[in-house]
Structures are given as structure tokens and as C-alpha cells.
């Protein structure tokens, strides 16, 4: 699948290019981690593609799983390097999503007791069986239409 051409200055492909500075914890062929420069709790990293995809849809599926096997491993070690008790894996694809580098990529983000860091969201109101399906089918229909 083809990748989005890099806009005039993207952020992260800058600090993968080496021209921007980062504090790696992770430098693989295709995949790279740094620690966020605005952490949110102590330790919050970023996982992303060494190529520069602007969101999901033009992310190769491979390299999406790549990403993920990464912050998975990452992960695990934030919790063994014991400052924290949980984690938190969160992708914003979107600007109404947050989404504010046009770069994909994952965040992990360390948990430890009243850290201030949370999702707020209003549940919708409890939907029939009916609507569930009715939504289902409509998210089916569209995967149909994509490569496989
Ligand atoms: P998002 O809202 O999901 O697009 O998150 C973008 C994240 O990138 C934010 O948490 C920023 O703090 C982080 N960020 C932006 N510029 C840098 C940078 N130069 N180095 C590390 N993290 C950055």
C-alpha cells in the first residue's frame, strides 16, 4: 500500500531523519520509539513508522503491526522499569480524534495511582439490538471495499 508523501515539514520525520532531537528508547529498521516531549505521565513514549503515513488509511498494514508489536514490547518494559502500574495504548486518526501530527503513531502512556491522565466520554444512550446490527453491517459493508 502506498504511503502519504511527507508534507514540507513533518515533526517526526524530521527526528527520524536525525535533524530534530529525541531521547530514543527504541531505533529498529522500520519502526522507532522516543520519549514525548509534552509527556502526559512520566515516561509517555511515542511508537512510530520510520515512513511517513498521515493517518491510518494510508498507514501499510504491516508496518501498523509492526507498530503495535513495538509499543507491546515497550510496554512491558515501562512496567518493569517500575515506575508505573499500567498502561494506557492510545492512537489518535483525525483531527477531530486529537489527532495534531499528521504522522501516525502510537502512544503509550504509563499509569500510576491519581496521575491526572483519563478519557472522558458520555456513554450514548443504550442502543436496540437492531441499531447494534444495523452498524455492524454498515462497518462490514465498508471493510469489504478495502484491500485485503
Ligand atoms: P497527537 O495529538 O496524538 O497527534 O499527539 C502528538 C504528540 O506529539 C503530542 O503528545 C506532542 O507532545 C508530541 N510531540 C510533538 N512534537 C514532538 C517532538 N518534537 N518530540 C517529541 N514529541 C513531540
Same mark, same amino acid.
Given at each position: 500500500m502506498a504511503t502519504a508523501a511527507a508534507p514540507e515539514?513533518?515533526?517526526f520525520c524530521e527526528i527520524v531523519a536525525g535533524r530534530l532531537p529525541a531521547s530514543f528508547v527504541y531505533t529498529g529498521d522500520d519502526v522507532v520509539a522516543f520519549l514525548d516531549i509534552r509527556p502526559l505521565t512520566r515516561g509517555h513514549l511515542l511508537v512510530i513508522p520510520r515512513v511517513h503515513a498521515d493517518r491510518l488509511e494510508t498507514l501499510d498494514p504491516q508496518l501498523g503491526?509492526?507498530?503495535? !508489536?513495538v509499543a507491546q514490547r515497550l510496554a512491558v518494559a515501562v512496567r518493569r522499569s517500575g515506575f508505573c502500574a499500567g498502561t494506557n495504548l492510545f492512537l489518535a486518526d483525525g483531527v477531530l480524534a486529537g489527532q495534531e501530527v499528521f504522522h501516525v503513531h502510537l502512544h503509550v502512556i504509563p499509569r500510576t495511582q491519581r496521575d491526572g491522565f483519563g478519557l472522558r466520554a458520555k456513554r450514548w444512550d443504550q442502543p436496540d439490538r437492531d441499531e447494534l446490527d444495523g452498524t455492524a453491517g454498515l !462497518?462490514?459493508?465498508?471493510t469489504g471495499t478495502l484491500p485485503q
Open positions: 515539514r513533518c515533526v503491526a509492526r507498530v503495535f !508489536i !462497518i462490514r459493508a465498508a
